[in-house]
């Protein structure tokens, strides 16, 4: 388990927001908070004390809840990148990439991954001894079986901040998205890479967490390697699907993972299955 117990917590439609709590000292960070009243409530279930929340971007979804949480407990940290100083709302710490971020006895390490805004930003919880697991908030950077829509960065950088900042994580990294997207994103899944057998075994553990009113995170690393397409870009099965639907006087580098993301990423934009 990571060295910081993790509650997955359900907002708006179809939000995650993550109580994170150290076990010695009760120290609690809440990741994108969008409803203030819900995270105090599993706070005090728990019995710990919030003293930080960690923004992962500055979208409303992810931030609505930081100005009432405030309200109630001014003295919070709230930690997000730099670059969204004035739109991660009472932004008191701005971190670049490779920032430490304490909390209780654990430390957790900020990687920018830029792709979905500019600023996005993961938040990885080290894994507290040999056996022990890493764990990493991924907000709407790597989702269960997909990856955010592009609004301001470009597939080059979405496709580094998948395969080169979050990809090299260790392969048992539990990761907790910041949607609860992932069947839908699995149905796409199939699409893109049809005779991959893993796509159907993981729709099919999925469909049966949903039907039992269970959440799909974690996910694992190893896991959105077998079943993603958009890790999965150099892959036979993802690269025929973005060649068949590329102009035949469009070049595509099947080498290069940024041209084959920025296909698939279209592709899923468009996607009503």
């Not at 439609?13 to 409530?41: F, G, H, K």
């Not at 992810?62 to 991660?88: I, K």
């Amino acid at each position: 388990m990571p060295a910081l117990t993790i509650t997955p917590l359900p907002q708006l439609r179809d939000n995650y927001a993550y109580v994170v709590v150290c076990p010695r000292t009760r120290q609690a960070a809440v990741v994108d908070p969008a409803d203030a009243e819900s995270v105090l409530a599993e706070v005090e279930r728990q019995g710990a004390r919030l003293v930080a929340i960690w923004n992962t971007h500055h979208h409303w979804d992810h931030t609505g809840g930081n100005q009432a949480l405030l309200q109630r407990l001014p003295e919070l940290e709230v930690v997000g990148h730099a670059s969204d100083a004035g739109r991660v709302p009472g932004l008191t710490r701005p971190v670049q990439h490779g920032d430490f971020v304490p909390l209780g006895d654990a430390g957790v390490r900020v990687l920018h991954n830029p792709g979905h805004t500019s600023g996005a930003v993961s938040f990885v919880v080290d894994a507290a001894g040999h056996d022990d697991v890493a764990a990493v908030f991924t907000g709407d950077t790597l989702f269960g079986a997909g990856c955010g829509r592009l609004f301001e960065g470009t597939p080059a950088q979405m496709a580094h901040s998948l395969r080169q900042v979050l990809g090299t994580l260790p392969s048992a990294t539990q990761v907790y998205f910041g949607h609860e997207y992932t069947e839908g994103n699995l149905r796409f899944a199939r699409e893109v890479d049809p005779d991959n057998p893993a796509i159907a075994q993981r729709a099919e553990r999925v469909a049966a967490l949903r039907a039992a009113g269970r959440p799909s995170v974690p996910s694992t690393l190893a896991e959105e390697w077998a079943t993603n397409p958009f890790l999965r870009t150099d892959t036979e099965g993802v690269l025929a699907t973005a060649c068949a639907h590329v102009s035949s006087d469009a070049a595509l580098d099947g080498a290069d993972p940024a041209a084959v993301l920025a296909v698939i990423r279209k592709l899923k934009d468009d996607f009503r299955g």
